[in-house]
């Protein structure tokens, strides 16, 4: 008998993939389609739900037919996506907005600035265990409440990336704790939704969707989707996770102080714990895993970062057969370049930050003189990205003394110089893993979850926990970096004025 096979589905932010993924995590077939983010505005941030739908259909043809796998053979679905954006459904599932705010939407910000003037704001942060942040689903409803009042008065239920895919499958409208935790809406505590958090910010809890645990079988694939895909209906289908926690589960650690680092379009530092830490510079989400917290840090355009300077710098470089020489070539440039970049500093805020700044920040290259070609401009990105995630980092030993090292994993991870900067700027360990697609997987581990395929998460863990490669900071360089550390946060405290007033130009 064949091996059961798992259908991975992942909704991105740049990008909508599934793969076909085996019980002991290896991806046997994949197929991705590009997305683009559409910006009308500064600080906004959007996307078509129908564009989701319709590439994962084609996705999953595409993986179907690349390896002609037996209806039998394909077990259950797992779905995980980029997280906090409201998709809007009718009664009937109709999509009701063809754009919606993604996580790193930032124009909720007034709306949370008021909130947090008010006399609700401490009783909040003590139910939800968050500060508020434009990231949260919740104040990005209140926005399409204030702005499409019809929209939001048709609404049966919001349903975040994955879930309206989720619906898409079978039908059914569920949440799983990592989302709801994402949202402003959860209490904490109790695990399920507020009616305090709800009246204080005036939303109606009936438009949100029931909550379960991430690998619980929320039902099973459609017939209309079976003449659609190709699929074979019945296949049951997990809630899933948000694409950080499931990148998360997929390294393979789930012990109180392991940390993983998550390097894609955001980098995300992430602490797992038994208890989140409420206002205390981290923001803080449910685990996949039950009973587990995700205390973390994230800069929002990390990906976009290293992508605008490749297009500025690298734009038309090719190799002797005509291809692009892309990420390697920018690799084997940065690694030329002095550490410390000879003083300059980059600020990696092309879209805001979220907690340890302000929505308006702006991106900044800081200490520019005549001596800075582009190789030291490309290590200053990778960086400044990096000192942005040890501010968090910083945060984190405060409360769990003694972290040892940082498992990292995403697309940032392929970067070997980049691998180097980050030990040798957190002065930590750095290891990376096997595991490919690590968001892929985690989903395909969840639904492995919910049908029975392990007994429970941790004989599903032990599967995946194999080192690639560990990097170890090079001492010599650690009181340089230190003392551009110390620069660092002390200009971008100083940055918050003027970009404020910035904003007054858009």
Known sequence: MKKPLLLSID?????????????????????????????????????????????????????LKEIQVEHSEIVAIGVGGQMHAPVS????????????QLWNDKRSNEIVE???????????????????????AAF?????????????????????PK?????????????????????????????NWSDDMADMLELDLSKMPEICNSSHVIGKVTKEVSMLTGLKEGIPVVAGGGDLLCAVFASGKSERGDVVEVSGTGSAICLISDKPFAGRGLMNLRHVV??????????????????????????????????????KHIDEIAESAEPGSHGLLYFPYLIGERNLGIPESKGVF?????????????????????????????????????????????????????????????????????????????????AALGVGLFKNEDSALKKLFKIKDKYYPDTKFKDRYNYMFDIFKEAHDLFEVPFKKLTHLS
């Open 11 to 63: 909704i991105g932010t740049l990008s909508i993939r599934a793969a076909l993924v085996d019980s002991s995590g290896e991806v046997i077939a994949i197929s991705g389609i590009s997305e683009e983010i559409h910006s009308p505005h500064v600080g906004w941030s959007e996307q078509d739900p129908d564009l989701w739908w319709d590439y994962t259909i084609k996705n999953i043809r595409n993986v």
């Open 89 to 100: 459904i009718g009664q009937n599932g109709e999509l009701l907005s063809s754009r919606v």
């Open 114 to 136: 008021k909130f947090r003037k008010g006399q609700s704001l401490k009783e909040a942060i003590q139910i939800t265990q968050n500060q508020p942040l434009t990231s949260w």
């Open 140 to 160: 990005k409803i209140m926005w399409v409440k204030m702005h499409n009042a019809e929209i939001y008065n048709k609404t049966w239920k919001f349903l975040t």
């Open 163 to 191: 879930d309206f895919i989720n619906y898409k499958l079978t039908g059914k409208a569920m949440t799983d704790y990592s989302e709801a935790s994402g949202s402003y809406l959860m209490d904490a505590q109790r695990n």
């Open 290 to 327: 039950i009973d587990k917290w995700v205390p973390f840090g994230c800069v929002d355009a990390s990906g976009p970062s290293i992508e605008l300077f490749k297009e500025l710098f690298f734009p038309s470089e090719v190799d002797g057969s005509g291809n692009s020489k892309g990420y």
């Open 366 to 446: 800081f200490g520019i003189s005549i001596i800075h070609d582009r190789g030291l401009f490309i290590r200053s990105v990778m960086e400044g990205i990096a000192f942005d995630n040890k501010r968090a980092l910083e945060i984190m030993e405060k409360f769990i003394p003694g972290i040892k090292s940082v498992i990292l994993t995403g697309g940032g991870a392929n970067s070997r110089i980049w691998n180097q900067i980050r030990s040798d700027i957190y002065q930590k360990p750095i290891c990376t893993i096997h595991t490919k697609e690590s968001g892929i997987v985690g989903a395909a581990l969840l």
